[in-house]
């Protein structure tokens, strides 16, 4: 089924060391209740520039995210994280779930909320103390919502409430980050502050795999794109990869008119 | 009426020290039940031990604590279990396979409290639902000088040295395990993929309900520990949007329910001329709810009048 080149991102500069790819997932496969949602999926992410995870709804990216995270579980296939086993490298990874996955309505702070990425250096039984707070804060103030830091998070708007899922994922200070979904259903100020801080985390050489739901926007923010749907349709950069041919692929021939008119301004 | 110290010392107050140490320990173990969504696990946890008390019982011979306890603990184990094969296996919402679980487990305790004589001695169904907070007696003290002996001390009813043990435990451990708790409640797959085992710790949040339930249910009855679950963390959910605080006003929530209403139960009836006092874990259940009630018409930011309030001052002045 797969016609299309899948120039191995390994390919485009010089072999990556083991120790130095950021992701190296080989045979994963998950189902759901007995119902397979992806199959024997390999993917190798490039150092450098953001990734994009990009497919159809029920393609299987957010499942891809979290079976990789090991929050879903693998009925087979290797996870591999900087080379080593992703399960021993929990302090690397970042991770910004799908904002619906919470109770907002939960009583904490966007300060709490921050905190919360600063849990793993902090360690079992200790307590979160000032200096994590100021830290927390810097976080918020990164993301431009420093003066909210004291607000529950039920009275943030969506975008906000992105914006200190962003800051947390910040505040874990990781080397390879797994966000979902970050830019759905956000304002213009948010999707700016968004686009900065992969900008940013790109700059500090750290990974960003990013499930996008917006095929017009995905070329603007990615350098990388992994197409997905049940199984790798392709990978690799954006420039030779998110093409109209490998799209009609991962979304079976529909939306075909829609999609050449945003392959074309790709 | 007339009330002597004596009477105070030896019935109202290890009742009200038991009352008020069972309402805490459930009380601030609810409070992330119920952020978790799940009030009902106090429910079904506090009804699915049953038939582990009895089979700790039987196998002790005797009303022994650390034996029913244990039986509890593992009846909560195979309850627990038990849920997650309905619910996998059977394709069955989380909430539909408690539901079957805790009842036929309930009911098994009762059919073995029934069949094998424990009844006669000391446990019954009543019991069971009602407690028997009237009949914890404390016969040691000769007066209000006397408690300043730690001999007195020593002789305190079993069923309140239980509570007061397993509350201690359940307080050392959300002051220790605050951070962890917070996170699993609010983000159970951030806690995971940070190295904070979220079954881990719900597995251990199981256990601390379980042992709660058992104390509380020997002195209070099921009743009473399934509201005190849920009411003093709700009641102290509308007053505050921080955790920390949520959870100390959920131990006043829970104190002022005890005191209250043992003191309603026990005295209330004679106020208005009646002859006896009423059954106090049902009084302190019907307080609990009261205060959820008030709390849910008058805290400030989320009670049904200020709001009211607040929007007819808006369509007032514009």
């Not at chain 1, 801080?197 to 050489?205: F, I, K, M, P």
């Not at chain 2, 408690?98 to 004589?117: D, I, R, S």
């Not at chain 2, 639902?129 to 408690?147: F, H, I, M, V």
């Not at chain 2, 509570?163 to 806690?191: C, G, M, Q, R, S």
Request: glycine content about 10%; some cysteine.
């Amino acid at each position: 089924m797969l016609t299309t080149p899948q120039p191995s991102a390994t390919t485009a500069a010089a072999p990556l060391a083991e120790a130095d790819r950021p992701l190296s997932v080989r045979g994963l496969t998950v189902a759901y209740h007995h119902k397979p949602v992806l199959w024997d999926v390999d993917y190798s992410a490039p150092a450098g520039g953001p990734i994009a995870i990009v497919g159809p709804n029920g393609a299987g990216k957010s499942t891809f995210i979290r079976a990789v995270l090991g929050l879903v579980p693998r009925l087979s296939g290797e996870v591999r994280v900087f080379g080593r086993p992703v399960e021993r490298q929990r302090r690397a990874i970042g991770y910004v779930p799908q904002r619906s996955s919470v109770d907002w309505d939960f009583p904490a702070s966007a300060l709490d909320v921050v905190a919360m990425g600063l849990y793993g250096r902090i360690g079992w039984l200790r307590p979160v103390r000032n200096r994590h707070r100021e830290q927390a804060l810097a976080h918020l103030d990164q993301v431009g919502m420093a003066e909210f830091a004291g607000r529950q998070i039920g009275q943030l708007s969506g975008g906000q409430q992105q914006r200190v899922f962003l800051a947390r994922a910040l505040a874990q200070d990781a080397r390879l980050y797994f966000m979902d979904e970050p830019f759905a259903g956000v304002d213009a100020a948010t999707e700016r502050a968004i686009a900065k801080v992969l900008a940013e985390l790109d700059r500090q050489g750290r990974t960003v795999v990013c499930v996008h739901h917006d095929l017009q926007t995905a070329p603007d923010y990615f350098r990388h794109v992994l197409l997905l749907n049940g199984r790798v349709v392709a990978a690799g950069p954006m420039e030779t990869t998110f093409t109209v041919a490998n799209l009609q692929v991962a979304y079976g021939g529909l939306l075909a008119a829609e999609l050449a008119a945003t392959a074309a301004t790709a | 009426m007339i009330l002597t110290v004596e009477d105070f010392l030896h019935i109202d107050l290890p009742a009200l020290m038991a009352a008020v140490l069972a309402a805490v320990s459930c009380g601030l173990l609810g409070n992330f039940l119920v952020l978790r969504r799940q009030a009902l696990i106090g429910d079904a946890i506090s009804h699915l031990v049953l038939p582990g008390i009895v089979v700790g019982f039987l196998i002790a011979g005797e009303v022994l604590t650390v034996a029913m306890m244990a039986g509890a603990l593992g009846a909560a184990l195979v309850g627990v279990l038990l849920i997650e094969a309905i619910r996998r296996l059977g394709g069955i919402e989380s909430g539909a396979a408690m539901g079957v679980v805790f009842t036929v487990m309930f009911a098994a305790g009762v059919v073995l409290l029934e069949q094998t004589g424990s009844a006669a001695v000391h446990l019954d169904v009543e019991h069971a639902l009602y407690g028997a907070l009237e009949t914890t007696l404390w016969l040691t003290p000769t007066g209000w000088e006397s408690l300043a002996d730690p001999a007195v001390w020593a002789t305190l009813p079993r069923e309140v040295t239980t509570l007061a043990a397993v509350t201690a435990i359940v307080v050392a451990a959300i002051v220790l395990f605050y951070k962890e708790l917070k996170i699993v409640a609010f983000d159970p797959d951030l806690a995971t993929s940070l190295g904070f085992s979220a079954r881990t710790v719900s597995a251990g949040l199981v256990v601390l309900v379980a042992m709660a339930a058992v104390a509380a249910f020997d002195a209070v009855g099921s009743i009473l520990v399934i509201a005190m679950f849920i009411c003093p963390a709700s009641t102290a959910r509308m007053l505050t949007d921080r955790l920390s605080r949520q959870l100390l006003l959920s131990v006043l929530a829970a104190t002022l329910a005890g005191i209250g209403g043992y003191v309603l139960a026990a005295f209330g009836p004679f106020w208005f001329g009646g002859e006896n006092s009423l059954n106090a874990a049902g009084m302190i259940a019907v307080v609990a709810g009261a205060l959820q009630t008030l709390a849910m018409l008058l805290a400030p930011r989320y009670g049904v009048l200020p709001r009211m309030f607040r929007r007819w001052r808006i369509r007032a002045t514009g």
